[in-house]
């Protein structure tokens, strides 16, 4: 139970770091406009035109509400054990939000690496599979906790 | 479920309580009321050769299968 408190601390720090990535994104877009200076040329060139800086922010918040479902199956799980249905609930949800994060994230970095013929924005692309594996691993962990959990209660109600 | 426990009619023919049945056989009162009520999915030969030797019955006594339909 000590690796899942930790864990649950580290997500509890990746939530507050999201948090201030948003703040300082929507900030930095609406506010302070010249800072990031991306030219209206890239904009008009896109496939999503103005609205292609929120693209990534956008999977930002859905990757956010995923590490909310983790930290949140984490305290069921520090509550009520490693076996329960209510953690594989949550856990399956984020490994879905990943995956559909991942996988959208994939596609637009693909694009935009056609579209600006920058063979460094490849780069990206590993983190988003890196993602979608994250995702698909707890989609498989969940599975795992709910037979586990089948498991524990018919094992509880042998007498 | 098809498997009836009648537990509670031969507590009643040996006139003993379920308290005391739970402590002869080693099983906590809650458990004993899982298995009277049905809510038990499996129950342990050690715990059934257990209420058999404390009730001086048959295994037949306690458990009884009636058709589902």
Known sequence: MKKINFLNGFVKILIIVFMIHFVTSIYLTFFAPDFI???????????FGYYTQ?????FSIITFIGLIFIQRGLGI?????????????????????FLISGVLSLIFDLMIAYQSENI?????LGLNLLLMIVGFSLHIISDI?????LIKQENDLTI | MPIIVNLDIMLTKRNMKSKELA?????????LSILKSGKAKAIRFSTLEAICKALECQPADILEYVCAE
């Open chain 1, 54 to 58: 929120f693209m990534t922010l956008t």
């Open chain 2, 23 to 31: 402590e002869i056989i080693g099983i906590t009162t809650a458990n």
């Open chain 1, 145 to 149: 906790i709910q037979n586990g959990s």
């Open chain 1, 77 to 97: 799980t520090i509550k009520n054990g490693f076996f329960n249905k209510g953690s594989g609930l949550k856990f399956k949800t984020a490994g879905k939000l």
């Open chain 1, 37 to 47: 200076n991306i030219s209206d040329e890239f904009h008009k060139n896109s496939i």
């Open chain 1, 120 to 124: 460094v924005l490849f780069g990206n």
